[in-house]
C-alpha cells in the first residue's frame, strides 16, 4: 500500500493551492484519510481529518480556510487550501487508516510535499 501526495508548491499569502493524495496497493478499506504539516523546527501536527462516514475536523489555525473531502471510488482525499498565510508553510503529509484485509489496520504515510506561502 502507497499514498502519493501531489500538489505543493509556491504562493503569495492570500492565493490557494489544493493537495490531493491516492491510496494504491492491495486495499480492503480505509477509515479515517488526513493531513498534517511539519513546519521547520516544530514539531507534525494535524490539519484536517475526514472520516470514511464523512465527518470532518480541523486545526484551529485552518478553521474556515482549508477543506478536506475525499472520493471514496478513487481512494483518494484531497485539501483545498484558501486564504493562504506564510505561517502555512510546511511540508504536508497525508496520513491513512487502511486495512488491507478484515480487522487488520495499518496507517500509512505519504511522500510530504512543499507548502511555501510568501508574504
Known amino acids: 500500500v502507497q499514498l502519493q501526495a501531489f500538489g505543493g508548491g509556491l504562493v503569495q499569502a492570500g492565493g490557494s493551492l489544493r493537495l490531493s493524495c491516492a491510496a494504491s496497493g492491495s486495499i480492503f478499506s480505509i477509515d479515517d484519510m488526513g493531513w498534517y504539516r511539519q513546519a521547520p523546527g516544530k514539531q507534525r501536527e494535524l490539519v484536517a481529518v475526514a472520516t470514511s462516514n464523512g465527518n470532518t475536523n480541523y486545526a484551529d489555525s485552518v478553521k474556515g480556510r482549508f477543506t478536506i473531502s475525499r472520493d471514496n471510488a478513487k481512494n483518494t482525499v484531497y485539501l483545498q487550501m484558501n486564504n493562504l498565510k506564510p505561517e502555512d508553510t510546511a511540508v504536508y503529509y497525508c496520513?491513512?487508516?487502511?486495512?488491507?484485509?478484515?480487522?487488520?489496520?495499518?496507517?500509512?504515510w505519504g511522500q510530504g510535499t512543499q507548502v511555501t506561502v510568501s508574504s
Open positions: 496520513n491513512a487508516e487502511i486495512s488491507v484485509s478484515l480487522g487488520y489496520v495499518n496507517e500509512y
